[in-house]
């Protein structure tokens, strides 16, 4: 009965906010002008260049700020994006040209100069968006070699036109007009715009594709293509060593079967003498139960993640809509992990489901949440476009309260009801057998090394370019390769842990439960120890802002990582161990 009260309304409240996404991320109109109207033109946010996450807004720097400036209207995803346009400085008209017309005047005081040194230092950068196409400005430039400090106060738009479509837009500074700001000095500034257009027989339809073609060199291409042959070498060489310790296994079970004599006079050693606890329960099943829930929810958001990409959702400078994605789907799949992680937590004998279902939910959103916390009262701090709106916030909980929780309970009350067990192909003896001595790197934490090591090796130079894009500048769109990777790093990931599941089961360690999860998602740990690197050899980031954004975030996604990829390791672990128990005669 609660669960045909929950399905309705979370249905209904899911698609008002997939449609509220669609018409907040689509209020552009539809790209075609006549001589004189005026085209949209914005401009975003204010940053230095070397710190991504670290942008405020263009009107916070003592620009003229227009009587007629207003925000623009953002999706979820923008916002989250740290997006904040609000209208040009001065009007942009279809086919009207400006040569070099006065915007505005201002007197710069001491305070204002300073500012504007201090972020001319720090290589600020501005961003704008004309007809939905961004563009990128320099505030000024440094004279290193006399110390002398130049604001720009002209900018040249070259806009390119096919018919009545905006096609592309590019822009520069003259060095010629400048103000200089060396001194601390009231300073009178004239700021100037010029805009020419060019026609141009480059269709509509492609015209985001040259922002593109820089991570579509030659040598970009063939790097990729090495990347995914290493991985598929990798897989083709783990798939062959694991075929033949499956083949030796199963030889030897079909020569204990048979021969009942020889089994009944040998000594049971290695896998064989543990098939009584074997299937003995983990300790900590309902955390155990709540970490595979969770990683199978992140392992689906991933996959539809990878749909949406390939489809071609996630094109270069699309405002805000991985994030937007990202948001909806991870509601949209809490009921995921609710039925899997109930499911399983009651198939192993779990009674107290509430507490189980209650720790699913918490156990990936919890430390999200508290990093949110600190990271946005840091940017509340910095005054910085990363600081989320009270509106947006709100949002958020509304989607966590009317979306995620109640699928959350609608799939562990799913799972609670499906009266599944757990299958084993041997009785667990009542008590424990004791544990031999193991070597130093048959322990856990060596394990997790070698586990996480080749996979992180396969996906390091991917990784590279995901990191440049996300904390960078570069864009990312070889997505086709990316989830050739991705599947690689799954069958890399299960075929390793098997691996060494069968070397800790002939260690008569009957202990890999865990064991197998946390090898598994040992390539989390990696990708978060990539992340200092990455930092401090690879990237000019500096400063308390952009160092806790960047640390703080990959702090969560690897520990997302971490579950997804930890119950892949399992769930090939429990695959494997079925099939070299179920093959041999257990009393």
């Known amino acids: 009965m609660m669960a045909e009260k929950i399905l309705p309304v979370t249905l209904f409240v899911s698609v008002l906010l997939v449609l509220s996404v669609d018409q907040a991320s689509s209020d552009e109109p539809d790209h075609r002008y006549r001589q004189g109207d005026q085209v949209p033109f914005y401009v975003n946010k204010v940053g230095p260049f070397h710190n991504p996450s670290e942008t405020y807004r263009y009107f916070d720097l003592p620009y003229c700020l227009p009587d007629s400036a207003k925000e623009k209207r953002l999706s979820l995803g923008e ?91 590019t822009s520069h500074t003259h060095t010629n007009a400048v103000v200089e700001l060396t001194e601390d000095k009231e300073v009178d500034v004239e700021f100037l715009s010029t805009v020419e257009w060019n026609e141009t027989d480059f269709p509509f339809e492609k015209r985001m594709t040259k922002y593109s073609q820089s991570s579509s060199l030659p040598r970009h291409l063939e790097i990729h293509r090495n990347s995914v042959i290493n991985s598929c070498m990798a897989v083709l060489l783990l798939a062959g060593f694991l075929a033949a310790i499956l083949r030796i296994l199963n030889n030897d079970s079909v020569k204990y079967a048979n021969d009942e004599e020889l089994a009944a006079d040998q000594e049971e050693t290695g896998w064989k003498c543990i098939h009584g606890d074997v299937f003995r329960y983990p300790k900590h099943k309902s955390l155990f139960a709540a970490c595979l829930g969770s990683g199978t929810q992140l392992l689906t958001l991933t996959v539809f993640i990878f749909i949406l990409a390939l489809v ?155 990191f440049a894009s996300v904390w960078g500048h570069r864009i990312y769109t070889f997505y086709s390769f990316l989830f050739i990777i991705f599947i690689t790093l799954l069958i890399v990931t299960a075929l390793i842990t098997a691996t060494l599941t069968h070397l800790q089961l002939a260690a008569e360690d009957h202990r890999w439960w865990w064991r197998s999860f946390l090898c598994g998602g040992s390539t989390g740990l990696f990708i978060y120890a990539y992340c200092f690197y990455y930092y401090y050899a690879l990237s000019d980031m500096s400063g308390f802002m952009q160092t806790s954004f960047i640390f703080g975030y990959m702090a969560c996604i690897s ?9 892949v390791g399992y769930l090939a672990a429990l695959r494997f161990v079925r099939h070299v128990y179920g093959s041999i005669k257990c009393e």
Request: charged share 15%; glycine share 8%.
């Open 79 to 169: 916002v989250l994006n740290g997006d904040r346009l609000v209208s040009g400085p001065f009007p942009i008209e279809f086919l009207r040209e400006r040569k070099s017309v006065p915007v505005c005047k201002k007197k710069l005081s001491k305070e204002d100069v300073a500012k504007f040194r201090a972020v001319v230092h720090e290589d600020y950068y501005y961003q704008m968006y004309f007809d939905d196409l961004p563009n990128w400005v320099f505030l000024g430039m440094v004279d290193k070699r006399q110390q002398r400090y130049y604001l720009f106060n002209h900018i040249h738009l070259n806009i390119y036109y096919n018919k009545d479509r905006v096609i592309e837009i």
């Open 559 to 567: 520990f997302g990582c971490f579950l997804m990829l930890g119950t």
């Open 312 to 466: 071609g959702v996630f094109y270069p400078y699309n405002r805000g809509a991985l994030l937007t994605a990202l948001v909806v789907l991870y509601a949209l799949t809490s009921g995921i992990a609710g039925y899997t992680a109930t499911s399983f937590y009651c198939q192993l004998g779990g009674t107290n489901w509430v507490r189980n279902l209650l720790l699913t939910g918490c156990l990936f959103c919890g430390p999200l949440f508290l990093t949110f916390c600190f990271l946005n009262a840091v940017a509340v701090a910095y005054t910085a476009t990363a600081a989320l709106p009270l509106g947006t916030i709100v949002v958020i909980a509304l989607i966590w309260t009317l979306v995620s929780s109640p699928l959350l309970v609608l799939g562990g009350i799913i799972g609670k009801n499906s009266k599944a067990e757990f299958q084993a192909p041997c009785r667990t003896a009542e008590y424990p057998r004791e544990i031999p001595p193991l070597r130093w790197y048959r322990q856990t934490i060596p394990q997790m090394a070698i586990a996480g090591f080749l996979p992180f090796i396969l996906i390091q130079t991917e990784l590279y370019y995901i």
